[in-house]
């Protein structure tokens, strides 16, 4: 809306203002469901780069999703739904983030409580010294894990894959009861990929993650995203679910980052996701802990606590903790990989590859278990692919391509989202 600098003049002789009506296309471009790292990364790239009108639309009160921080009533930069370490591999993912913040070189180390003592997380030489009682050499220990590890044919379970490197004894001492707990699930009954994750060292090397970038946005991720979504083109609708609005605002092409089931009513059934409930505390103390993590495999409902100052560097009096105790029921934290989900899940892909005016983009949407890097990537990726199809059709012509075949579950629901003329 502007107003028009030629008024034409009332009866009365006096300047009339005239406010004009939005033009016939005031619509946007894209509407992108979801303000985490999928829906943030896409409505900058698609202002920025496309010069394209976007709406954010963030059923939660606040911009960042899981990765969304702040600071507690003690003035503590916390993590409310868990702690968020940034790590990557990825020199152009890295570099992408960097326009939007500077970074404190961070390196998280995790112990885990077993038998009485504090031992380093991944598996290494300490590890296995500590809770052996011996003094082996990073040469002998890869003879150490020979002898105590199982043959396994093949690698497809969870179980398989710790079994098989360092054997039963610190499988039942590490991973059966942390992921029993955090899955609802033995080792056995979900995907390798899962413990796979968490590596194994032949050498000192305690830190949880060996990737060449690893670092945390210096002022904290909510910052980051602000000036991630500060373009002019980009509006932000918070509280708001998109089915309450995607009717009544004119837009071209969706980009839903939410659970791709709910997307289609669960119409194959409810895909799995695993939840937490994060007890957060503050602490009338300077130090909790010795790491940024503690891990605990054997005793408690939590699977670990969190300290964040170690994470955030903050100087602080006082000091936040979580405790994370996982749920069956409650916001969708994790897909569950393991093989009825994926057959589960390809269903869903299906429909969601049929729609050609909704993208879908991110760790729900994609049903991936995805660290927030791997998530920009896959958001940067999407971006060229929409960008390519905006270029080759031309920009009105692609973008009006999806509005006439709308989503189905949509079309079911509702009519068919304004046109913009
Ligand atoms: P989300 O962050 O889930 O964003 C999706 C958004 O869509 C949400 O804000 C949601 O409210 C919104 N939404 C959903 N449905 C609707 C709707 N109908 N209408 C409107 N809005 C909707 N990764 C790391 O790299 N390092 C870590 O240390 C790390 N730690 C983690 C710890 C925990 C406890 C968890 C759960 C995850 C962790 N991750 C970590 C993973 C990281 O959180 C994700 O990779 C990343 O945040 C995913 O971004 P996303 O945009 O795909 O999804
Ligand atoms: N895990 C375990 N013991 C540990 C650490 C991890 O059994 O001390 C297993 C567990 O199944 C966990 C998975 O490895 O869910 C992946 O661990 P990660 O720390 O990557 O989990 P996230 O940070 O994503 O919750």
């Given at each position: 809306m502007s107003l028009t600098h030629a008024a034409p003049r009332g009866a009365n002789g006096h300047a009339r203002v005239r406010i004009e009506r939005g033009s016939a296309d005031a619509g946007f471009d894209y509407l992108i469901v979801g303000a985490g790292f999928a829906g943030s990364v896409l409505a900058e790239r698609l202002a920025s780069q496309l010069d394209a009108r976007v709406l954010v639309v963030e059923k939660?009160?606040?911009?960042?999703?899981?990765?969304y921080d702040r600071h507690d009533d003690a003035g503590l930069l916390v993590h409310p739904y868990g702690p968020h370490i940034f790590h990557t591999n990825s020199a152009d993912v890295f570099e992408y983030l960097s326009q939007f913040t500077e970074w404190r070189p961070y390196q998280h180390r995790v112990l885990a409580s077993v038998d009485g003592q504090l031992v380093p997380v991944p598996i290494n030489l300490d590890t296995v010294n500590r809770l052996y009682g011996l003094s082996l050499t990073a040469l002998e220990l890869e003879g150490f894990f020979e002898k105590m590890a199982e043959k396994r044919e093949r690698i497809a379970t969870s179980e398989d894959v710790v079994v098989a490197k360092v054997g039963r004894d610190l499988y039942n001492k590490l991973f059966r009861g942390y992921t029993r707990k955090q899955?609802?699930?033995?080792?056995?009954?979900?995907?390798?990929?899962v413990t796979a994750r968490v590596p194994t060292r032949?050498?000192?090397?305690?830190?949880y993650f060996t990737d060449t970038y690893q670092a945390m946005p210096l002022h904290g991720y909510t910052r980051m995203f602000e000036r991630m979504l500060a373009h002019p083109n980009i509006k932000v609708m918070l509280n708001t679910d998109y089915r309450e609005i995607a009717r009544l605002v004119p837009w071209k092409h969706m980009v839903y980052t939410g659970p791709v089931d709910a997307f289609f009513d669960c119409k194959y059934g409810k895909l799995p996701y695993r939840s937490l409930q994060f007890q957060h505390v503050t602490l009338a103390q300077e130090r909790f802990q010795p790491v940024g993590t503690v891990n605990?495999?054997?005793?408690?409902?939590?699977t670990r606590i969190t300290e964040f100052k170690h994470l955030t560097g903050q100087q602080h009096q006082l000091t936040s903790i979580v405790y994370e105790y996982p749920r069956a029921?409650?916001?969708?934290y994790y897909p569950v990989p393991r093989p009825e989900n994926t057959t589960l899940y390809k269903k869903y892909e299906a429909e969601a590859e049929s729609l050609d005016n909704v993208t879908f983009v991110g760790r729900l949407a994609t049903y991936k278990y995805y660290n927030m890097d791997q998530v920009v990537a896959q958001a940067l990726t999407a971006f060229k692919r929409l960008r390519e199809r905006y270029q080759a059709m031309g920009a009105e012509a692609a973008l009006e391509a999806g509005s006439a075949a709308l989503a189905a579950p949509l079309h079911s629901r509702a009519p068919a989202p304004m046109r913009t003329q």
């Open positions: 939660r009160p606040h911009i960042g999703g899981n990765a899955w609802g699930l033995d080792p056995s009954e979900l995907d390798a990929s032949l050498n000192r090397d305690d830190r605990y495999p054997n005793d408690y409902a939590y029921e409650g916001d969708p």
